[in-house]
């Protein structure tokens, strides 16, 4: 039995996993409050009776849920027969809550920074009780955000868990030096440069690399936005995205 401990406010994320995991396990072997829970139902003698039956228990961490009397009874029941060998509690972490350092006895799913995919994927192989997938890629700290407006296109980078002093990126774009001008306006010192690529995209344009480099660090909760003008009737194409994780190496960003 796999229960699901979470707060209302959440509901939406939770619902998706929710109906993820029934797909797979069946909705008789998830403990959810919105199908486990009939109108005239005792709620704590449910919520009890649950936790009785469950083999693993799934506590989405966050703000809110960190906030709830309601779910911190049910996670502290449940860390309490963790300890005795009854129950596997995982933690699944999925907003930029502070963890309590109680959890952090154990590791915990980061669906916050790693996205929905790769921790649903180890909620999975936790169940099914399977090693972990050690070819997983690297955490991703920082993110770009692309938008449009008219002839602007608009890259906003973000980092999400901590500094990032090396703040050079690259973008993979299938325009020529004379159909677009870049600009940061909060970097007076914005450096770029332009090179004609060496690759084509499958219908034969060619990638070219528009490279630059701001002149402070990339700092969580401060965004920087690289603006991307048209020049031409030619629509800007952006391929790729990267961060320069060393001096000689970049890698491709998230986006989205």
Request: net charge neutral.
């Amino acid at each position: 039995m796999i229960f699901i401990s979470y707060n209302h406010n959440d509901s939406e994320l939770v619902s998706v996993i929710a109906n993820k995991l029934s797909d797979i396990f069946t909705t008789d072997n998830i403990f959810f409050d919105k199908w486990s829970i009939q109108p005239g139902d005792g709620i704590i003698d449910k919520m009890n009776t649950g936790l009785s039956n469950a083999n693993f228990m799934f506590f989405f961490v966050s703000k809110n849920s960190l906030l709830s009397k309601m779910v911190s009874l049910e996670w502290q029941n449940a860390l309490l027969k963790s300890t005795k060998g009854q129950i596997k509690l995982i933690p699944v972490k999925i907003d930029d809550c502070i963890m309590p350092e109680i959890l952090f006895q154990s590791l915990y799913i980061d669906l916050f920074g790693q996205g929905l995919d790769v921790a649903f994927r180890q909620m999975l192989d936790i169940i099914e009780q399977k090693k972990p997938d050690t070819t997983q890629k690297k955490y991703e700290n920082v993110r770009a955000k692309l938008s449009s407006k008219g002839s602007k296109t608009f890259i906003e980078f973000n980092a999400v868990t901590y500094m990032e002093p090396q703040a050079s990126f690259a973008i993979a774009l299938a325009n020529t030096q004379d159909e677009f001008k870049a600009w940061e306006k909060d970097s007076p010192s914005f450096q770029s440069a332009f090179r004609l690529g060496d690759k084509s995209l499958q219908d034969g344009t060619r990638v070219n690399v528009l490279t630059f480099q701001r002149d402070r660090p990339l700092s969580p909760g401060f965004p920087y936005t690289l603006e991307l003008t048209q020049l031409k009737d030619k629509k800007l194409k952006i391929v790729e995205v990267f961060h320069a994780s060393d001096p000689r190496s970049y890698r491709v960003i998230p986006k989205s």
